[in-house]
């Protein structure tokens, strides 16, 4: 199971290149969203563990983003 992968969507829809998808902001959807992110927990505990050990080796800090947006202001300024 490629957890990494899982993706929620109504068929005939196209994903390609999508990343990020609409908020619904109901008890309905926050239930759903909860039992599909804790289920593969206790459904799949190796992979889910597996998960957890993928994201937390990424660096998801500012660090990459902030110095992009320092070079091109650098550029911009000596422009």
Not at 21 to 45: C, K, T, Y
Not at 46 to 62: P, T, V
């Amino acid at each position: 199971m490629d957890l990494d992968a899982v993706l929620r969507r109504r068929p005939g829809v196209a994903l390609v290149g999508l990343r990020q998808g609409v908020l619904q902001l109901d008890n309905h959807a926050l239930e759903s969203a909860m039992a599909r992110a804790i289920g593969p927990w206790f459904s799949h505990p190796g992979d889910f563990r597996q998960l957890m050990l993928n994201g937390m080796r990424q660096d998801h800090s500012c660090a990459g983003p902030g110095q992009h947006y320092a070079n091109i202001y650098d550029h911009i300024r000596h422009k």
